[in-house]
């Protein structure tokens, strides 16, 4: 199984700014997705992090917002800009496992709290 | 859309037996998933089922009918620690590539 691990694990940001987040896996994926998970919800995919190419983001979330880089097949971050209370959520980095196996697996999240 | 419905929470006694069902609308299905996530923790992978049947795992099965967008999973010999929430998500078939999709989620908590 791919192991993922995700910086910062959690932090506290002021209204207004952004946040990067990293995520970094210990092989190489072809898929790499980001997830939101809020308060008492389930998770939401925001968009697949394409490498080479612009990310695809689901409905309801824009490029402006949730910029996304993929620049291996091994790394990906995820920013969340101009952040508002809102956005105070787990953010999930997951990728596929190996071909054929189907199984997705999740990194550990960034617990993010706006203030 | 593609609707996933599992119950809010369930309570259960320690050792006996637990079903969480799962509904979902049919169209694009490609795949269903069982996700176990403690609190605080990064959901992990319990099950994987694509064709009608049960699929064993230990304590844990799958079931899964096609033709009724319905699924359920089934803990045995329940323990403490299977105090968690239960996550249905459905692999659903999309021109941009195949998405998975989360149910709400289903609280289990599991009593002395």
């Known amino acids: 199984s791919a192991v993922i691990s995700q910086k910062p694990s959690r932090d506290i940001c002021q209204r207004g700014t952004s946040l990067t987040i990293q995520c970094q896996v210990d092989?190489?994926?072809?898929?790499m997705f980001w997830y939101r998970q809020q308060p008492g919800q389930s998770l939401t995919l925001i968009a697949t992090a394409n490498q080479g190419s612009e990310a695809t983001y689901e409905s309801g979330f824009v490029i402006d917002k949730f910029p996304i880089s993929r620049p291996n097949l091994t790394f990906s971050t995820l920013t969340v800009s101009n952040m508002s209370p809102e956005d105070s959520s787990i953010y999930l980095c997951?990728?596929?496992?190996?071909?054929?196996?189907?199984?997705?697996?999740f990194g550990p999240g960034t617990r993010l709290t706006v203030t | 859309g593609q609707n996933i419905d599992q119950p809010t929470e369930m309570t259960a006694t320690e050792g006996a037996i637990v079903q969480i069902n799962c509904t979902y609308q049919?169209?694009?299905?490609?795949?269903l998933f069982w996700y176990q996530q403690h609190a605080g923790e990064a959901p992990t992978f319990l099950s994987y089922?694509?064709?009608?049947g049960l699929e064993e795992k230990g304590r844990f099965s799958s079931f899964l009918s096609r033709s009724k967008g319905y699924s359920y999973l089934l803990l045995k010999e329940l323990q403490m620690k299977d105090s968690a929430s239960y996550l249905c998500?459905?692999?659903?078939?999309?021109?941009?590539?195949?998405?998975?999709?989360f149910g709400t989620g289903t609280r289990l908590a599991v009593r002395p």
């Open positions: 997951s990728v596929d496992g190996v071909p054929g196996s189907y199984e997705q697996y």
């Open positions: 089922n694509v064709l009608d």
């Open positions: 998500a459905v692999r659903f078939l999309k021109s941009s590539g195949d998405k998975l999709t």
């Open positions: 092989s190489q994926v072809t898929m």
């Open positions: 049919t169209s694009g299905f490609n795949g």
